[in-house]
């Protein structure tokens, strides 16, 4: 069982589920320490005051806030004013369909489980599982966790509750500014052909077919430099031309593609 981040209750209506928040993820990259390479011992980082050239303590460390080139000096007491109030529950504000939310705006994935081994609590968790599995319909609400208060989406998943956190409206930058290749629409010979190559390369969705490549090749290396083995780098790959006739290379890769 991963290490609780939260507990409280999810709160829809007048129901009130006690329910702990627990990583959908975890973390399976190669975390490094730096080290002095000379002699191999471990590098710390410190505060220093750029005027005085002195270390300075967590105490002393105040906060700043660049305003129009000017600097905006603000106190822990002023920022405790500011934070959002504590709470112990999720606050359902409304359901939406899951289909209608840009996965842009999905940031990190939790889990909800039932928290303690009261009957009682398991029969409201699985009943909330229940009705929400039977609907195409997410939760949206918020919560606060830590010194931050968070949108976040709950859906069934496989038999529980999963908490995805989201990302509001204002940070998302707009497509607008976005470079899209012009204006001039492509010849529909040319969509017709792309269309075709996607087709062909339709498959179903199964994320276990997906590795980290770079995470096993980085394993390997570990390995090997623990067995003393040579490392050698590969040959850089040469990034491939564009397309001089679009048309032509579609129709290529269409067969490349159909012939397998």
């Given at each position: 069982?991963?290490?609780?981040?939260?507990?409280?209750?999810?709160?829809?209506?007048?129901?009130?589920?006690?329910?702990?928040?627990?990583?959908?993820?975890?973390?399976?990259?190669?975390?490094?320490?730096?080290?002095?390479?000379?002699?191999?011992?471990?590098?710390?980082?410190?505060?220093?005051?750029?005027?005085?050239?002195?270390?300075?303590?967590?105490?002393?460390?105040?906060?700043?806030?660049?305003?129009?080139?000017?600097?905006?000096?603000?106190?822990?007491?002023?920022?405790?004013?500011?934070?959002?109030?504590?709470?112990?529950?999720?606050?359902?504000?409304?359901?939406?369909?899951?289909?209608?939310?840009?996965?842009?705006?999905?940031?990190?994935?939790?889990?909800?489980?039932?928290?303690?081994?009261?009957?009682?609590?398991?029969?409201?968790?699985?009943?909330?599982?229940?009705?929400?599995?039977?609907?195409?319909?997410?939760?949206?609400?918020?919560?606060?966790?830590?010194?931050?208060?968070?949108?976040?989406?709950?859906?069934?998943?496989?038999?529980?509750?999963?908490?995805?956190?989201?990302?509001?409206?204002?940070?998302?930058?707009?497509?607008?500014?976005?470079?899209?290749?012009?204006?001039?629409?492509?010849?529909?010979?040319?969509?017709?052909?792309?269309?075709?190559?996607?087709?062909?390369?339709?498959?179903?969705?199964?994320?276990?077919?997906y590795e980290d490549c770079y995470r096993e090749r980085l394993r390997r290396?570990?390995?090997?430099?623990?067995?003393?083995?040579?490392?050698?780098?590969?040959?850089?790959?040469?990034?491939?031309?564009?397309?001089?006739?679009?048309?032509?290379?579609?129709?290529?890769?269409?067969?490349?593609?159909?012939?397998?």
């Open positions: 069982m991963p290490r609780t981040l939260w507990s409280g209750s999810l709160s829809f209506g007048l129901v009130n589920v006690p329910v702990q928040l627990v990583s959908a993820v975890r973390d399976l990259d190669f975390h490094f320490r730096q080290l002095h390479e000379k002699d191999k011992a471990p590098i710390e980082q410190r505060r220093y005051c750029a005027e005085e050239d002195i270390e300075v303590t967590w105490e002393e460390v105040a906060h700043s806030y660049d305003l129009d080139g000017k600097q905006v000096v603000v106190t822990d007491e002023e920022l405790a004013s500011v934070q959002p109030r504590k709470t112990r529950t999720i606050d359902i504000e409304g359901f939406v369909d899951l289909a209608d939310v840009d996965p842009i705006f999905f940031d990190h994935p939790y889990f909800l489980v039932p928290a303690g081994e009261s009957e009682g609590t398991r029969r409201a968790y699985r009943l909330l599982v229940e009705a929400m599995g039977s609907t195409d319909r997410a939760a949206l609400g918020r919560f606060v966790m830590r010194t931050k208060e968070y949108l976040a989406l709950v859906r069934a998943r496989d038999g529980a509750l999963s908490l995805t956190t989201l990302r509001f409206a204002d940070e998302v930058r707009p497509t607008k500014p976005v470079p899209s290749g012009g204006r001039k629409k492509p010849a529909k010979a040319q969509v017709d052909r792309a269309v075709a190559v996607i087709e062909e390369l339709s498959t179903d969705w199964d994320p276990g077919r290396v570990i390995e090997d430099k623990r067995k003393r083995r040579k490392i050698e780098a590969p040959e850089p790959t040469r990034q491939p031309a564009p397309a001089e006739d679009l048309m032509e290379a579609l129709e290529r890769t269409l067969e490349e593609v159909r012939s397998g």
